[in-house]
């Protein structure tokens, strides 16, 4: 299988997908799409 990395200012470090950015992102808006976009809307008027 493929491996993943990220970006720390340590380097490059093994990464699982389920910690990235975009999968939280995806997970949470699938689990709440209301609620994500309500706050995310929340954030930009901010």
Do not use: C, Q, V, W
């Amino acid at each position: 299988g493929a491996r993943l990395f990220r970006i720390s200012r340590f380097g490059l470090e093994p990464a699982d997908f389920r910690d990235t950015d975009h999968f939280r992102m995806l997970r949470d808006f699938s689990n709440d799409p209301d609620g994500f976009l309500a706050e995310a809307l929340y954030e930009d008027e901010a």
